[in-house]
């Protein structure tokens, strides 16, 4: 993607993908009050603090108090979470105050804890590339860590939202523009919702959009139309959401192959001399079990 975007006189180095001290699992749970009885039975045995992935912010308030009635020092952190606060979290987690800090993708690019010992998924990720980049965290200054990925049935009914809602529709789009167009001035957003008629995180996001793509522009409070010639991008639409379903697809034969984990990933992101890691579920012939008591699932099953 570097040559595509900078040009061919480059030179390209590529150092492996793999992470020695990282061994990789993949658990079928489609309950999820099955997966908080998980958590709650081996985040205490894992050593170290970690983070728990999860695809909705609900959700990863929803972990971190389940943990939390278990006695387990877990937190919730997302994009909602005021910027102070989450300073402090990362603080916390750096300096392994917390067990767990349950988030979504928010806790991203730019975090960096050599002694992370383990990163849970509770859900499935849309894309190789975000769960790669998301694991990875784990392990980069230990002997040994732990990359689980736990699968819900919820999780491409989420993914599917987030695809199907990456662009704004076409007809929206279209609306607004030529609401601007007509309008001549700027336009508050009240009115553009009345018009519209999508949710205000929505519209915003949109706008967005198009602010990025020299559509429109904020002015005096509201927005305005720019000259900027437009028309909806249909072609890279459909491109970028078949890419998606593709990565989509990938990720459910990640979980599916006969293969070891690391090499999947690996082979999936063009690393080369690719051999088998040793070290994951696959490699070991292990499965992880999910065998605790019916009380505790049925006390996940209470809470949510």
Partial sequence: DIVEQLGRDLAVHRGTLDRESLALAVVD???PAVRLAYLAEQIPKLPGSGIVYCLTIDDTRRVAGWLRSRGIDAIAYSGQTDS????????????NEVKAVCATSALGMGFDKPDLHFVIHYQDPGSPIAYY?????AGRGVEKSYGILLRGHEDVDIQDHFIETAFPSQRDAETVVSMLDDAGGPVKLAQLEGEVNVRK??????LKILEVEDVVERVGGGWARTPQAWE???DRVAKVTEQRRVEQRAMREYASSGGGRMGFLRTLLDDRSVEPCGRCDRCRGTSVKLDFAPSLVAEAGSFL
């Fill in 29 to 31: 749970a489609p309950d």
């Fill in 84 to 95: 102070d606060e989450r300073v402090q979290i990362e603080e916390r987690l750096l300096a």
């Fill in 133 to 137: 980049q998301q694991v990875g965290r």
């Fill in 201 to 206: 995180s929505r519209l915003e996001g949109m």
């Fill in 232 to 234: 909806y991008p249909v």
